[in-house]
């Protein structure tokens, strides 16, 4: 069992930057792949990034390639997202998740554990 806690979440304008944290709690959360995802307003969830569970991995959405950096730390059993230039279009409740394999995964189905999100609202 992991739980997820989201935190740095806010507003912003346009072309600013937040950084979201996840902490995780459970003994096995080093062995897991982690994401984030978002979700806007009458819209999909939708992956945004994430990595394997050792790190080496990470991949982008196209849409914050360049602008987003993931980054986990093991010890710590915490996840970050350094969101950078961000847009309007970048506002959605943003959610950690965690799925209990190895392997990154890019659809929501795939993971069994969500944070209860954090609301990013980018103002033009």
């Known amino acids: 069992q992991v739980q997820l806690v989201e935190s740095g979440g806010g507003l912003v304008q346009a072309g600013g930057s937040l950084r979201l944290s996840c902490a995780a709690s459970g003994r096995t959360f080093s062995s897991y792949a982690m994401g984030w995802f978002r979700q806007a307003a009458g819209k999909e969830r939708e992956f945004v990034a994430g990595?394997?569970?050792?790190?080496?991995?990470?991949y982008y959405a196209a849409s914050v390639k360049g602008r987003f950096t993931f980054s986990r730390d093991n010890a710590k059993m915490t996840v970050y997202l350094q969101m950078n230039s961000l847009k309007p279009e970048d506002t959605a409740v943003y959610y950690c998740?965690?799925?209990?394999?190895?392997?990154?995964?890019?659809?929501?189905?795939?993971?069994?554990?969500w944070g209860q999100g954090t609301q990013v609202t980018v103002s033009s």
């Open positions: 998740s965690a799925r209990p394999s190895p392997v990154l995964r890019t659809r929501p189905r795939d993971y069994d554990y």
């Open positions: 990595s394997s569970w050792s790190g080496d991995i990470t």
